[in-house]
């Protein structure tokens, strides 16, 4: 076992000149009698500091990424010299967004190699090394600034959605950020980890161990945050646990990663029920195998959902099976399924929140529009039915808006029945009966407003040349007896 000691500026160069010599870290600390962690800590440190340097970079360097994508590229490298082409891809799909090929990747680190004459020819151009023991060693200070590096546990096998997207959320996290993801199903190897997610029969947050798979486990997002309410009672899966706890947090790193401003708490409260309710509550009752409604048989299967898509990147059952500690397909399923979370935050964020104020304007002047009070009129069109139903309840005033306006484009303007519920198809008023699957010249007779165009078969939507004509068609209905 070589020493581990205080290492002089002498010979510090002298290990970094004989890795630029092509001698492995192993041999270096064999021949100066030094511990391989601390070699390898000192190589790092050049790679870090000496080789990655904008001067260097900036000649021929593939231009695909940016200065901060290349010098995290460098990070990566330095920190996990065993590191592959494909790994690279995936976390810079996952962490910037950025869909960069292998060949990209594979033509900066030859560049990389040429101009700084630091790595291993063949490890740049394979991913491999010639000595096995070689590709684990790791960057002796790792995230946690402790010396030993920070590790997330989950099960190995085929994958599933949940702990793909728990593990995806985690790593967005400061203190996760750089973590390994160590798949076993080895308790003695998951009592190492510093987190472990939908493996081990254990739910203990303290611990941070995070299964739903024992019996006496029975918790939901309602039950677990009582503080938002208790309409949630989908029993959670691993990523519903990692999201109750941690989710605020991931969406709070994703938005001031990705927004120039920062958002309103109010907002990221918003946001983050609203990822529970668009995808998490998905995951965790397909996951958990709850069924969408009681009773009877779904008339038509939805097979594109995203827990499908994430199962589709096991291998099949007529390929050969992956290698144990092979990671390539959970990583790319990791990509995969984070855009989508990321795509999500920045939509409710970006998009659907800033709908809230028009949506409380119309609400505001509802009797401007008609004394009822029960005809809205958007200054334009938004994401807003959510909106809605938290402002009336605010207000309690649910159940009085009926109708909806909004000018879709020129000549062209909309009234659409207010639903029961966001995703019902049901409204609290449909549009006047008789009008419905009617069109243009015989819906204008029939209903004597002129510039009526057409009233969806179902009655919920409606169209018209004007806004006045929408208006008509609005009270003109709601003034109609109630049919179905």
């Known amino acids: 076992m070589g020493r581990r000691a205080d290492i002089c500026n002498a010979d510090r160069g002298r290990i970094v000149n004989s890795y630029l010599g092509q001698k492995s870290i192993g041999q270096i600390a064999r021949d100066m009698s030094i511990h391989k962690s601390t070699v390898s800590c000192i190589v790092t440190k050049y790679l870090k500091t000496g080789s990655y340097c904008k001067e260097r970079r900036q000649r021929n360097t593939p231009r695909k990424l940016s200065d901060e994508q290349i010098e995290a590229i460098g990070v990566w490298v330095a920190q996990d010299l065993s590191i592959s082409l494909q790994t690279i891809v995936n976390r810079c799909q996952r962490q910037f967004g950025v869909l960069v090929s292998k060949t990209t990747v594979d033509k900066y680190l030859k560049h990389l190699c040429r101009t700084n004459e630091t790595a291993d020819t063949e490890y740049i151009m394979t991913g491999t090394n010639v000595e096995p023991e070689e590709k684990r060693m790791k960057e002796a200070q790792t995230q946690d ?61 303290e611990r941070h161990r995070y299964d739903h798979h024992q019996a006496s486990f029975n918790e939901t997002f309602g039950s677990l945050r009582p503080e938002l309410g208790s309409r949630w009672d989908i029993r959670l899966s691993s990523a519903g646990l990692v999201y109750t706890y941690f989710g605020e947090d991931v969406v709070q790193a994703i938005l001031k990663q990705k927004l120039p401003s920062t958002i309103s708490p109010e907002c990221l409260r918003a946001v983050y029920l609203k990822i529970y309710d668009g995808l998490i509550s998905e995951i965790d009752a397909i996951d958990n195998g709850v069924p969408m409604f009681e009773g009877g048989e779904p008339r038509y299967n939805i097979s594109t959902h995203l ?67 029960e005809i809205l009129e958007l200054e334009q069109f938004c994401p807003w039915k959510e909106h809605l139903y938290q402002l009336e309840e605010e207000q309690n005033l649910s159940g009085v808006p009926k109708y909806v306006l909004y000018n879709n484009r020129e000549n062209d303007w909309r009234v659409i029945c207010v639903p029961n519920q966001p995703s019902s198809f049901v409204c609290r008023k449909f549009l006047a009966k008789p009008w419905r699957g009617v069109r243009d010249e015989e819906l204008e007779k029939m209903s004597g407003i002129p510039g009526a165009n057409f009233v969806h078969q179902s009655g919920f939507i409606g169209g018209n040349r004007t806004r006045e004509g929408a208006l008509k068609m609005a009270i003109a209905s709601l003034e109609a007896a109630e049919e179905n």
């Open 145 to 205: 600034g402790t010396g030993s590096t920070v590790t997330i546990g989950t099960h190995d096998g085929i994958f599933h959605c949940d702990e793909v997207l728990a593990c995806f959320m985690l790593q967005q996290l400061p203190q996760y950020a750089n973590a390994k993801i160590v798949r076993t199903r080895d308790q003695k190897r998951l009592e190492q980890c510093d987190i472990v997610v939908d493996v081990g029969g254990t739910f203990d947050r």
């Open 307 to 373: 827990s499908a898509r994430v199962a589709a990147f096991n291998p099949a059952w007529n390929e050969p099976p992956p290698a144990p500690e092979s990671m390539e397909r959970f990583e790319a399923a990791q990509a995969y399924v984070g855009k989508e979370f990321v795509d999500k935050v920045l939509y409710y964020a970006q998009r659907w929140w800033p709908g809230r104020d028009l949506v409380a304007k119309a609400l505001a002047s509802r009797k401007t529009v008609h004394e009822s009070g």
